[in-house]
């Protein structure tokens, strides 16, 4: 008999397809539910309670964690918990959790205004980057070059973002212009990439169609990934690791990674990992 795993999302892209499409042949059925129709709060959650496990792939920077925490609640089993969600879709949060296990990840301020904007610029200098505590796929991440632009450049976030949208990082540049993404699949890598800017857009992110190339194990990626993963629990995480002169630091971790990118680049079964682990978990 399959078991019945949800996908929860608020929509079906290409990962969820070859998600579904995977499922069969490791006994799964998997059918796809909106994040937006659940009304999770019964103890009972009935729209759910026909499920063996959920997977939690909302894009929504605030969803994946609510409808994890009720759902666990209910005493379904989520992938990935409520507690992995809720620190990998708040970067702060994140990256604390992660400095305080020992997980090297880079220095950052918090800004919650203009006040906190100018004493961070004051302590880190320029250059720097401004990116939104919620969101990904490289959206809003603002490279800062000189001090005269600043102050512009906080205008837009002081003006057009709405309350939770006007929190934000200000983080060092890392020059260099690449990144590592490690996709997990439990506690393993399935397939690790090197994305390199490409033209004259200074951001390395797989969303924004840069160069990239498959990438063997390396002990270091490996160790760090490692650590990452025994402090946020075994799951399915997209790991985005900087390279430094001091070595690799973590740069964020997704909790519904997209790994369309990293699939294509390595040849790696992404979806089958993902099923099996979902399959070894709730058999």
């Known amino acids: 008999m399959p078991k019945n795993v949800a996908i929860v999302a608020d929509r079906i892209?290409?990962?969820?397809?070859q998600l579904i499409q995977a499922a069969p042949a490791l006994g799964l059925h998997v059918d796809w539910i909106n994040d937006e129709s659940l009304c999770l709060g019964d103890p009972g959650a009935p729209a759910v309670q026909s499920y063996d496990a959920l997977l939690v792939r909302s894009r929504s920077y605030t969803r994946g964690?609510?409808?994890?925490?009720?759902?666990?609640?209910a005493g379904i089993p989520v992938l990935n918990t409520a507690r992995a969600i809720n620190?990998?879709?708040?970067?702060a949060v994140l990256?604390?959790?992660l400095r305080d296990a020992g997980v090297p990840v880079p220095d950052f301020r918090l800004v919650l205004s203009r006040k906190d904007f100018e004493k961070a610029l004051e302590e880190l200098g320029v250059p720097v980057v401004l990116k939104p505590i919620f969101g990904g796929m490289g959206k809003r991440v603002t490279l800062i070059r000189d001090t005269d632009t600043a102050q512009s450049v906080y205008d837009?976030?002081?003006?057009?973002?709405?309350?939770?949208?006007?929190?934000?990082l200000v983080e060092p540049f890392l020059a260099g212009g690449s990144s590592v993404r490690c996709l997990v699949a439990g506690h393993d890598i399935v397939a690790a990439a090197e994305f390199?800017?490409?033209g004259t857009d200074w951001r390395s992110n797989a969303a924004l169609g840069n160069r990239s190339s498959a990438i063997a194990h390396d002990p270091e990626v490996v160790k760090i990934v490692d650590a990452v993963v025994n402090?946020?629990?075994a799951g399915i995480y997209g790991v985005d690791l900087f390279r430094t002169d001091d070595g690799l630091v973590v740069n964020e971790v997704n909790h519904a990674p997209a790994f369309k990118g990293v699939a294509s680049t390595t040849?790696?079964?992404i979806p089958t990992a993902i099923a099996s682990y979902v399959q070894e978990l709730i058999a």
């Open 196 to 198: 390199t800017s490409a």
């Open 65 to 73: 964690g609510l409808v994890a925490t009720l759902a666990e609640s």
């Open 156 to 168: 837009y976030v002081e003006d057009l973002g709405h309350a939770f949208e006007q929190a934000c």
């Open 95 to 97: 990256r604390t959790v």
């Open 13 to 17: 892209s290409w990962e969820e397809r």
């Open 231 to 233: 402090e946020l629990g």
């Open 87 to 91: 620190a990998c879709e708040n970067k």
């Open 267 to 269: 040849g790696a079964d």
